[in-house]
């Protein structure tokens, strides 16, 4: 193909509306998509609009939120959108609290200590956490958590 037909194709998609973007691609498979899309007779940006419109589909509830609130907590009040890592983290946490708690009521004197210095790590885990997603059960685990650090 001509520069000359491929300026002619260009302005009649732009006249349509249609935006040039232009971007760096690595010249080996920029070289191998041109020689595909021209062997199979494809136009180049109906091919790029689709891989784009598919990405887009798949990644626009991944916004970062810190970009927004740099220096604020981020509190999340839909907890069917929490990512499953922090998920966990919660699951964690008040298990390790409630293990923690229940060895506490039981355990001698001399091994105290060590409990709660678990404790006080867990109780700093789960602030983090409380802090972004409110859940009820950990903040009564927090409660009686902080009862035996007095």
Not at 67 to 79: D, N, R, S
Request: charged residues 30%; aromatic residues 6%.
């Amino acid at each position: 193909m001509n520069d000359h037909s491929f300026r002619k194709r260009r302005e009649g998609v732009i006249a349509q509306g249609w935006k040039p973007k232009y971007f760096a691609l690595d010249p080996l498979l920029k070289d191998r998509f041109e020689r595909l899309c021209g062997a199979l007779g494809l136009q180049q940006s109906q091919i790029i609009n689709k891989l784009i419109s598919k990405w887009v589909e798949e990644n626009q509830g991944e916004v970062r939120l810190d970009l927004y609130i740099p220096h604020g907590q981020v509190v999340i009040k839909q907890a069917g959108q929490v990512n499953i890592a922090v998920k966990a983290e919660l699951t964690y946490v008040k298990v390790e609290l409630s293990r923690i708690l229940g060895v506490l009521e039981t355990c001698s004197q001399e091994s105290r200590p060590d409990f709660l210095k678990d404790l006080a790590k867990m109780i700093l885990k789960a602030s983090r956490i409380d802090g972004a997603l409110q859940d009820q059960e950990l903040d009564e685990l927090l409660v009686k958590a902080e009862a035996h650090l007095k």
